[in-house]
T-cell receptor, first 110, second 113 residues
Framework: RKEVEQDPGPFNVPEGATVAFNCTYS??????FFWYRQDCRKEPKLLMSVYSSGNEDGRFTAQLNRASQYISLLIRDSKLSDSATYLCVVNEGSARQLTFGSGTQLTVLP | EAEVAQSPRYKITEKSQAVAFWCDPISGHATLYWYRQILGQGPELLVQ????????DSQLPKDRFSAERLKGVDSTLKIQPAELGDSAMYLCASSFQGLDEQYFGPGTRLTVT
């Protein structure tokens, strides 16, 4: 079983739609959580950290459920520029190593 | 804005040849990581440095891969000999000591023919 699992998609949504991605992780000792965004053939870039209380950055909302070992990312009012692969990332211990999911591909259509 | 630098950006080599990739992390970032990313998958850690010391190289295929960070700043990842299955994007990332957020360089896309 993969340590971090994501629905690979692809998700094809119209502009203005709301879309949600989910991610589960297997290590209950995981300490910190992130969403990274990766454009085609580019490097991953940090989108946002995920806090236990949930956090919001503009159109993006991230939530963490430690009991269910589940992370989510909600994108409201999708823009064409949101088209990318979204990587769920978990830090599993004190070595500060990140474990990446395989990513969920999003295409926002005009 | 400070960035992680990597070179070359693209490399095509024949199998059994040697290749080397270079990374210069963000200034002041003590921790440096090398990842390999195969198309359609997330990055997988190859080696982690804290300053000049290797923290974790458990996933590094040591029969053919080597990595060094001699002065605790820039780093080199080498493959010798390259195999067809090594074709991938090789990403370098760095982080400030004690923090989890990692910042990635543009990567080196390796094609082994």
């Amino acid at each position: 079983r993969k340590e971090v699992e994501q629905d690979p998609g692809p998700f094809n949504v119209p502009e203005g739609a709301t879309v949600a991605f989910n991610c589960t992780y297997s290590n209950s000792a995981s300490q910190s959580f992130f969403w990274y965004r990766q454009d085609c053939r580019k490097e991953p870039k940090l989108l946002m950290s995920v806090y236990s209380s949930g956090n919001e950055d503009g159109r993006f909302t991230a939530q963490l459920n430690r009991a269910s070992q589940y992370i989510s990312l909600l994108i409201r009012d999708s823009k064409l520029s949101d088209s990318a692969t979204y990587l769920c990332v978990v830090n599993e211990g004190s070595a500060r190593q990140l474990t990446f999911g395989s990513g969920t591909q999003l295409t926002v259509l005009p | 804005e400070a960035e992680v630098a990597q070179s070359p950006r693209y490399k095509i080599t024949e199998k059994s040849q040697a290749v080397a990739f270079w990374c210069d992390p963000i200034s002041g970032h003590a921790t440096l990581y090398w990842y390999r990313q195969i198309l359609g998958q997330g990055p997988e850690l190859l080696v982690q440095f804290q300053d000049e010391s290797v923290v974790d190289d458990s996933q590094l295929p040591k029969d053919r891969f080597s990595a060094e960070r001699l002065k605790g700043v820039d780093s080199t990842l080498k493959i010798q000999p390259a195999e067809l299955g090594d074709s991938a994007m090789y990403l370098c990332a760095s982080s400030f000591q004690g923090l989890d957020e990692q910042y990635f360089g543009p990567g080196t896309r390796l094609t082994v023919t």
